[in-house]
């Protein structure tokens, strides 16, 4: 497990948001293993459209992943993170060719969000990018504050990491962040697929 680039995961104020993230490339130490998991995994369609908040929902077709496979998550992003697990919500999750995006960005319930690339290194593009709200100048929310989500000269794209192979991405939830264009492939063997993961720390830390 190689890590890439790291800040302190949590506070964000004035600091640029990318100094809030943690990539991670080699997470897994067999990530073929997982990606057969996910592969073989039963999914469900994206959810549908909520009225009036089109950033929540999301385009993916979804499934829980097994217990073995958070097991192994969990102890790697407790010792990346310095916390422990208490609650968590860990998907598969993949998005084909003709998906449409449903809005520029938004922010996540938990208070940290990570992403691990399941995608094949032949055909990883796009990834994860990170915005600033023009009119108000800030990179991050509650998920209960009201924001156009949808209408792009509002925001900026402030940062980017690069799909890749066996990677993890850990950020702030309540950070502006969206996948990055474009999406691709026509079937789950070739389309952008993840392990999309909602993680709360509980009050005890977790020892090195």
Wanted: hydrophobic share 35%.
């Amino acid at each position: 497990m190689t890590i890439m680039s790291s800040g302190n995961g949590d506070a964000v104020g004035s600091a640029a948001p990318d100094a809030c993230m943690h990539v991670v490339d080699d997470f897994y130490d067999d990530p073929m293993r997982v990606r057969s998991v996910a592969l073989h995994s039963a999914y469900e369609g994206p959810p549908p459209l909520m009225a009036g908040q089109p950033q929540l929902g999301g385009a993916a077709w979804r499934c829980w992943c097994p217990a073995e496979v958070e097991r192994e998550a969990t102890v790697k992003l407790e010792r990346l993170l310095g916390i422990r697990i208490e609650s968590n919500m860990f998907q598969f999750r993949y998005t084909l060719g003709r998906t449409v995006k449903r809005a520029v960005c938004h922010v996540d319930r938990a208070q940290y969000t990570a992403v691990m690339y399941l995608t094949l290194p032949e055909h990883c593009r796009g990834g994860t990018s990170l915005f600033r709200h023009r009119p108000s100048n800030r990179y991050e929310a509650d998920l209960e504050e009201s924001f156009d989500y949808t209408n792009p000269d509002l925001w900026e794209e402030v940062h980017r990491v690069e799909m890749r192979f066996n990677r993890m991405v850990v950020y702030p939830g309540r950070l502006f962040h969206s996948v990055t264009p474009p999406f691709f492939g026509d079937s789950i063997e070739n389309a952008r697929l993840s392990q999309t993961m909602f993680i709360n720390p509980g009050l005890a830390a977790r020892q090195p």
